[in-house]
Every structure is written in C-alpha cells, then in structure tokens.
C-alpha cells in the first residue's frame, strides 16, 4: 500500500514522502496515528500542489533575502565605547547590541543569533560583521565603535 507520510517516521521516511508499506502495517500503525494518509488520486494531487506552492515561497523567502542584503551593503551602524588611558577599550560589542542598534538605527528587527561574529568587538574603529538572512544569503554590515 502507498502512503503519503504527513510527518517524520522513524526507519520509515521523512514529511511529504511517498512510501510503500505493508497494508497491515498501514492499517493499524501509520493511518491510525495520523502519521500519513493513503496515497490516492486526490491526495497526490494536493501533495503536488503543497510541494509548488511550497517552492514558490522559499523562492519569495531567498529574494526578498538577497534584496535586505543588498540594502545592507551600504549600511552602518555606530555606536561608542569608553576609552582609558593608553587606549584600553572597556567593555566590547556583542552581536546583542548589534542586533539593538539594527534596531534603533536602521529600524531593522535581526536576530542576534543571526548576527556572525566570532568576538565581541573590543577595538575603536570600522569592522565588518556577517549577518545570515537566509541559508544561501549572508549580508554584511559595518560597525563603527568611536570613542565615548
């Protein structure tokens, strides 16, 4: 018997997948517990049409990535630090603060997890920090640090 799974079964497939199983075990394991309905003629058709429509938004999803990214070439933010005798930095910039003067700044809500940055920026001066829009679509954005 075929089977459309409606959600990840173990040793089975994943979510969306086609599968043949044995009828019993489709009868009184996978239908029952709503992990999957049977493959017939309608299902596949609405299988098919979730599967284009799906593509459809994660295309929408990459553009509207790939054109913040782009925006945010030429976009900086600023922001000060208190500097002691010599030029001892106290204190640095964490993605958190960056993800706040995003905000603030360019009235942009972005997540801090989002924001790549290896340390925290401990250094007067310009750096460039990687931001993931998307899974194929990194921006980056310039974080200027003067003197308080």
Known sequence: ?????LED?????KKGQIVEVNTGYARNFVLPKGLGVEATGKNLNDLKLKNANDKKVAAENLAAAQKLAESLKDK?????MKVGEGGKVF????SKEIAELCKSQLNLEIDKKKILIKDPIRSIGTTIVGIKLHPEVT???RVHVTEA
């Open 91 to 94: 204190g640095s910039v964490s």
């Open 1 to 5: 018997m075929k089977v459309i799974l």
């Open 9 to 13: 079964v173990k040793s089975l497939g």
């Open 76 to 80: 900086e933010v600023k922001t000060t």
């Open 139 to 141: 921006a980056e954005l």
